[in-house]
């Protein structure tokens, strides 16, 4: 729950949202905005339609001579409520009258739009005594918009040549109907632009985005130690005071660290001069001419001293390891390799009795440093017949996977707890009871993982099944 509520609060503070919103409002404003505009045109169209409409109609009765009736039928309603539409309201109130005594047909009455469904009706205005009058007799030629019991009627007021007043009239219904098709056109046109448009909006600024995730992502992928500088031409020109400043700070941690490893280089290097005197020094005393402690103290003396030169040779290959060194890259036999390294380190396995050798068939080449491939072999080499218990076993193997030949080193030994296999590779980690009961610097591993990566190779340590720890080094092949 905690999670999802950082996630949602860190989507909220990107810049990505922000601009997804603000281009999301703009856009649904603006749309919105044009389709009213458009909706209220088509409006006013439309009334400019109906009025124009009626007007042609009245001018053809008045230019055509068309003959309007002088008599009104008798009212069929008793009483008819019509208001001007702008609110002045204009009661006209029936005669009682229900017999009809016209021989003439029927006259239409305004009331025949609705009554009889008529979508234009063309009636006279009388205003005599008992007779039907729908509008008041002086009213002004023109347009009008009255409501005949509760409907709204666009009504066109005139006069012909014989002074008869007429009113041309229709309801507003059709007006109505084009209106509400084109403001459902709007609204089907904004629903749908807005499902259109917001998700273009996230996918291009989603888009806008991607060359910074992928340096994101780049940086993550970054070996610990490179510290080149970000190349950044795909990216938005906004960014480029961000990746100077960050350039910038790269630059200024690789010099740092430089001389950190410098440092560290030249201290192990100061070191050693001494411990060879001192070495030499200790090895000159012949222990036969030495009392029982002295000869103790001194076993105890040359076995502190190879724990230093240990260390120091470790610290300068760490070091070395650490600083970029220019690689060889040549053809190389694996199994020279583990030939040379099985010479080098044969005799500790002779003392333990181990059984130590090359497995199966490793007459492969690659093209790889030498000197850094063969530390990876013989640390890896050192650890497992360190850790391996007398009369246990180490094997030396190949096997090529594809376009990678995968260096493997079985031990027998009781291989690392799951919880500490990354933390082997930590600066002078050394796991629990190993500090006591092993000599060593804790500096191996941190040595081979470097190395790996400068070959552009991969460690993986497993737990075998059998028993034991298999260092598996994937070479690029
Ligand atoms: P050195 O610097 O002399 O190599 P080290 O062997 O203790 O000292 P690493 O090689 O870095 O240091 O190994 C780190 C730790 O990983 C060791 O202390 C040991 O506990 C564990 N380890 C490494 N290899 C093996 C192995 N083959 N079997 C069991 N444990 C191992
Ligand atoms: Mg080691």
């Not at 036969?288 to 230093?308: D, G, H, M, P, Y």
Request: glycine content about 6%.
């Amino acid at each position: 729950m905690e999670g999802h509520k950082g996630k949602l609060i860190i989507f909220l503070r990107s810049l990505r949202f922000k601009l997804c919103l603000g281009i999301s409002v703009i856009g649904i404003a603006y749309i919105g905005l044009s389709n009213y505009m458009s909706y209220n045109k088509t409006k006013a169209e439309a009334q400019a339609f109906i009025d124009e409409e009626l007007m042609q109609i009245a001018n053809v009765i008045i230019n055509y001579n068309v003959i309007l009736p002088k008599n009104w039928d008798r009212p069929r309603m008793r009483r008819h409520i019509i208001t001007d539409f702008e609110g002045h309201i204009l009661h006209q109130f029936m005669p009682r009258n229900s017999h009809m005594n016209s021989l003439f047909m029927e006259v239409p009455s305004i009331n025949d739009l609705f009554d009889k469904h008529q979508e234009i009706i063309i009636a006279p205005i009388f205003s005599g005594p008992g007779q039907t009058v729908y509008f008041p007799p002086n009213i002004d030629d023109g347009l009008y918009t009255v409501l005949i019991n509760d409907k709204r009627v666009r009504a066109y007021v005139a006069t012909n040549k014989q002074q008869i007043r007429f009113v041309v009239a229709r309801p507003y219904e059709l007006l109505d109907a084009l209106v509400n098709q084109a403001l459902q056109h709007s609204i089907g046109s904004f629903t749908l632009l807005i499902f259109i448009y917001i998700p273009c909006i996230i996918f291009i600024v989603g888009l806008i985005f991607m060359p910074v995730k992928r340096l994101a992502s780049e940086l993550y992928r970054r070996k610990n130690n490179d510290l080149s500088p970000i190349t950044a031409h795909t990216l938005p020109s906004e960014l480029d005071v961000f990746i100077e400043a960050i350039n910038n700070l790269l630059l200024k941690t690789e010099r740092t660290m430089q001389r950190e490893r410098r440092f560290i280089a030249d201290a192990a290097h100061e070191m050693r001069t001494p411990l060879t005197a001192i070495s030499l020094q200790a090895q000159s005393l012949d222990e036969n001419l030495l009392s029982k402690t002295e000869a103790e103290k001194l076993v105890q003396l040359k076995q502190a001293i190879k724990r230093q030169r240990d260390l120091t040779n470790n610290l300068l290959e760490y070091a070395r390891c650490q600083s970029r060194p220019v690689l060889h890259m040549e053809p190389l036999s694996i199994k020279d390799l583990f030939i040379e390294v099985i010479e080098d380190l044969g005799s500790i396995a002779d003392e333990k009795d181990i059984d130590f050798g090359i497995e199966g068939e490793c007459d492969y080449k690659v093209v790889s440093d030498r000197a850094g491939l063969k530390t990876v072999i013989r640390n890896l080499v050192s650890n497992a017949l360190k850790y391996t218990p007398q009369g246990g076993r180490c094997d030396l193997r190949c096997i090529l996977q594809k376009k990678r030949l995968e260096i493997i080193v079985d031990d027998s030994g009781p291989g690392i707890l799951e919880q500490e296999k990354e933390n082997v590779f930590n600066v002078f980690y050394r796991v629990g009871g190993d500090s006591a009961r092993f000599e060593g610097t804790g500096l191996g591993l941190p040595i081979v993982r470097s190395t790996c990566e400068q070959l552009g190779a991969s460690i993986t340590l497993i737990n075998r099944e059998e028993g034991g720890l298999r260092a598996c080094v994937s070479l690029p092949y």
